[in-house]
């Protein structure tokens, strides 16, 4: 399996480290908007190119599969671009910044019928499968998802505090990990969802706060906080209140309601999610089926954060 990466920065090296762990996988193309940041990636990891433009790595014969971890506002015209160059294409998280743009990913998947599959970690960390894996089982069914996504951010930083070229956002970005969560632990569809947000800042152009209500379809609720002004504990933590017990996740690790730690090192091969989504974008090539994930699989997701956002437009 030779794999392209486009998109050096934070998220794509821990893509490129999570593929050094997977046989018979080797990486043959970086492309990075800075020439001399994609050959020095390629240099480390052993890629043949190194270049800053995608459709480099659409024309080489040696790459049969893509991991974009470039830009959101990239994300679905690049993933169009990589299916229809015949690439088997892994978008970062969002699929899209849009609900017609998610659609038109969709479409085009379907009319190729390559493997297109979206970086919805969540459902890869050991911990979210924990859950998962019980609630599969009968032993479990959520009540609620309290779920606080936070971070502090007065530049325009990526996770190595290294200058981003372009602004992240709450919604399409960080909201869409807890969506697409809540709607695959629950495994119902929301039908009701409410959001409100802060103050656009003046600089980045975005708002700093947001809050999001979400109900599926039976009942199950989620209470969503993302804010860019904690000055605090960052990451994303959620809270699974359940029938049977309470459960809160940080990343790969689990503990109860108590904080009584859930040992997880026996849910997969591997106890870091990033690796394990890898792993099963590998594999869905590798079998010719459709992975966990899929642009099909994640849909939904992007229905709610499109209604959402038409809900903020009306706020401003």
Known sequence: MRIALAGAGAFGIKHLDALTAIDGVSVTSVI???????????????????????????????????????????????????????????????????WADALQVQRVQQETGLVCMVGHTRRFNPSHQWVRRRIEAGELSIQQMDVQTYFFRRTNMNALGQPRSWTDHLLWHHAAHTVDLFQYQTGQKVTIANAVQGPIHPDLGIAMDLSIQLRTEQGAICTLSLSFNNDGPLGTFFRYICDNGTFIARYDDLVTGKEEPIDVSGVDVSTNGIELQDREFVAAIREGREPNSSVSSVLDCYRVLGDLERQLATQV
């Open 32 to 98: 990075s908007r800075r020439l001399d940041q994609a050959r020095e990636v390629a240099d480390k990891y052993g890629a043949a190119h190194a270049g800053t433009e995608l459709v480099e790595a659409l024309e080489r014969d040696d790459v049969d599969a893509v991991i974009l971890c470039t830009p959101t506002q990239l994300h679905a015209e690049q993933a169009i671009s990589a299916m229809r160059a015949g690439k088997h294409v892994q978008v970062e998280i969002p699929l899209a910044d849009s």
